[in-house]
């Protein structure tokens, strides 16, 4: 019988601002990074960990609950302020999950230190310039409709929102494009320094794609399997781009046996 444990909910002070953190579970650590819509929430993907790790989830700055810093207009600056966020909290060998907007983050993270991540994993990350097809972009269409893409179909979206226009949760998307806007527009949602960095990261990682990602195309996926040294490719069938949300158990287990 599984055991639900409700997160504990901190902050910790970095770079002049507050870093809200969600975190539960024991063991080895897992930080794990948010879309571009933000965390919301503890979901099951998170208590699946939980029950093996331990897990840490941070509102990246200026998402959600953390300080939005003036400063930030790349992803690369994310990057830094989480590196400092695992310094700060004394984690190594943790390993790192990059969900969607997340994923760049963390391959971002990976190039620029290698000591304190032991394993990498990026599920449905951009951050390259797609070789086939493009990046759905956020920016020009209505981000209820940009949320239905993220699944592998309209029945599916409207089980997980089936009263969008109602919800919180719209104005919570609206708030954190602001700092998606801010970090990832022109060029979006890629940077054309991260690609020749990745051959030196030799960091174990796993590469998940859902087969029916209509936001990142799976050429990304495989650009990164042939430039990360280390890197394997796993697709799930029966998922579009937010894995996290309809395949969670199927998407745990394939973090908790590359994190072993």
Not at 95 to 114: C, H, P
Request: hydrophobic share 40%; with cysteine.
């Amino acid at each position: 019988m599984t055991t639900h444990t409700a997160p504990k909910a901190h902050t910790v002070e970095l770079a002049g601002g507050e870093i809200h953190i969600l975190e539960a579970g024991s063991g080895p650590p897992l930080l794990v990074l948010h879309h571009s819509t933000g965390a919301l929430g503890w979901r099951p993907l998170h208590e699946k960990l939980a029950e093996t790790n331990r897990v840490i989830l941070p509102d990246m700055p200026g998402y959600s609950r953390s300080t939005l810093p003036e400063w930030a207009r790349d992803p690369r600056d994310l990057a830094i302020l989480m590196l400092q966020l695992l310094r700060k909290q004394g984690l190594r060998d943790v390993t790192l999950v990059g969900l969607g907007f997340g994923g760049f983050v963390a391959a971002e993270m990976a190039t620029m230190n290698s000591d304190l991540i032991g394993r990498l994993v990026l599920v449905g990350a951009p951050g390259i310039k797609p070789p086939e097809g493009e990046i759905l972009d956020q920016m020009l269409i209505d981000h209820g409709d940009y949320m239905r893409m993220g699944f592998r179909d309209e029945k599916t979206f409207q089980k997980f929102f089936p009263d969008l226009e109602n919800s919180d949760v719209r104005s919570l998307w609206e708030f954190n494009r602001v700092m998606t806007a801010r970090v990832c527009w022109k060029p979006y949602m890629f940077n054309r320094r991260l690609p020749p960095l990745l051959p030196g990261v030799e960091i174990p990682t796993l590469l998940v794609w859902g087969e029916k990602d209509r936001v990142v195309p799976m050429s990304i996926g495989r650009e990164y399997a042939r430039l990360l040294p280390n890197a394997k490719i796993e697709i799930v069938k029966s998922a579009g781009h937010l894995v996290d949300y309809e395949e969670p158990e199927k998407l745990a287990r394939l973090i908790q046996s590359h994190a072993r």
